[in-house]
Every structure is written in structure tokens, then in C-alpha cells.
């Protein structure tokens, strides 16, 4: 089944503990995104990738860092959490090279952070 | 300085009846209008898309109208079912790096 997987599906952490949020897809996509949701804000997109080891800032990058060793894999890694960084996590997916790329981005369940 | 708006966050509508869902955008550099829709613990799913050249696209119950000189995007269900409740969200593409740019979203409500 071609899908995009997240874990933890829920954290509570505290305060400066370093995490790690996985996210992995099936499909061979070329792109890979983080977003992030907030009640009144919508998604943002925190970081992307179009490739292995091609990375790059989306709106919202502060506090947060990725890498990209594997097609597959697009972790997101929070060095040292903070409270403003609670809120709910999508990892996305789309392959290129298509008649419209980036447009039906497959997303993952979602993360749902708390940091107290 | 939010450049997708949808000013209703909610919408209730009977069961059969046509939901209509608005989506305003500032950028005019936008080339591409998605909708996507979330049920409760899952991720956003693709719905439908409309290129800035066109007015309207249509897929079966769904019809997605797009007024360039409005800035106005809207979707709309025809005949709405209670499967269809969710939460819809506007999008927006076209500033590069496979960016897409959302709305707040609307949640939708159909009631039997």
C-alpha cells in the first residue's frame, strides 16, 4: 500500500530534550515536505526537500532541522524544543517530473507534539 | 501576513443540499488552486486542483470556480453528504520549491 508514515503519532516531551520525528514513504518520491498546523494559521511548511541531500527552508524553519540521506527518509529533528514549537506535524510527499508537480502532495497521519 | 484566506471556519449544511466553500488569495503570482480535505487523525488528501488559466474544473459532485480578477476561489459539493464532513483547506502554488500555501481551513458539517 503506497503511503506515508509518521512516529511517534503522539509526544509529550519537555523543554530542550532533543526529538526526533520520523517520516518515511513507499512511493519513490522525489520531494518530501514538513508542515506544521495551528488552530487560525492553517499549514506551514517548515522545511523541503526535492531530493537525497537537497534541502531547504520552507516559511517557518526556526528551531527546527531535517536531513535527507535516504529517498525514503525525511526526519525532523527539534534540537532543543520549546512550548511554542507544540502543535501538530504532517510529513508530505509528491513525486516530480509530472504534468503538475507538487500539487497532490500524499501526507502521513500527523504528529501531535506537546512540549510543556 | 497570510496570502490564502477562508474566512469561515465553519459550515453546516443538510444532507443533499450544495456547500459552497470560499477561498481568497492576495498573490498574483499563484498559478495553481488546490483543495484538500482532512478528516480527524489523518493527513490533508488531494481533492482537486484548478490552473489560474482556467475558470472552473469539475470532478463528479465537486466543482471548483476560480475569479482571477476577484482574487475568489470556491468549491462547491453538489448534492453534499454526511461522508463529506471534514475539514476542507485552500491552497495555493506557484512561488517555487513545490511550496504550497494554505488557507485555514473550513470545517464542513452535513447533516442527515
Known amino acids: 500500500e503506497a503511503q506515508v508514515t509518521q512516529n511517534p503519532r503522539y509526544l509529550i516531551t519537555v523543554t530542550g530534550k532533543k526529538l526526533t520525528v520520523t517520516c518515511s514513504q513507499n512511493m519513490n518520491h522525489e520531494y518530501m515536505s514538513w508542515y506544521r498546523q495551528d488552530p487560525g494559521l492553517g499549514l506551514r511548511q517548515i522545511y523541503y526537500?526535492?531530493?537525497?541531500?537537497?534541502?531547504d527552508k520552507g516559511d517557518v524553519p526556526e528551531g527546527y532541522k531535517v536531513s535527507r540521506k535516504e529517498k525514503r527518509n525525511f526526519p525532523l529533528i527539534l534540537e532543543s524544543p520549546s512550548p511554542n514549537q507544540t502543535s501538530l506535524y504532517f510529513c508530505?510527499?509528491?513525486?516530480?517530473?509530472?504534468?503538475?508537480?507538487?500539487?497532490?502532495?500524499?501526507f502521513g497521519p500527523g504528529t501531535r507534539l506537546t512540549v510543556l | 501576513d497570510q496570502q490564502v484566506k477562508q474566512n469561515s471556519p465553519s459550515l453546516s449544511v443538510q444532507e443533499g443540499r450544495i456547500s459552497i466553500l470560499n477561498c481568497d488569495y492576495t498573490n498574483s503570482m499563484f498559478d495553481y488552486f488546490l483543495w484538500y480535505k482532512k478528516y480527524p487523525a489523518e493527513g490533508p488528501t488531494f481533492l482537486i486542483s484548478?490552473?489560474?488559466?482556467?475558470d472552473k474544473n469539475e470532478d463528479g459532485r465537486f466543482t471548483v470556480f476560480l475569479n482571477k480578477s476577484a482574487k475568489h476561489l470556491s468549491l462547491h459539493i453538489v448534492p453534499s453528504q454526511p461522508g463529506d464532513s471534514a475539514v476542507y483547506f485552500c491552497a495555493a502554488s506557484g512561488l517555487g520549491g513545490g511550496k504550497l500555501i494554505f488557507g485555514q481551513g473550513t470545517e464542513l458539517s452535513v447533516k442527515p
Open positions: 508530505a510527499s509528491t513525486a516530480l517530473g509530472t504534468a503538475q508537480p507538487y500539487h497532490e502532495q500524499f
Open positions: 484548478i490552473s489560474s488559466i482556467k
Open positions: 526537500s526535492m531530493n537525497v541531500e537537497v534541502t
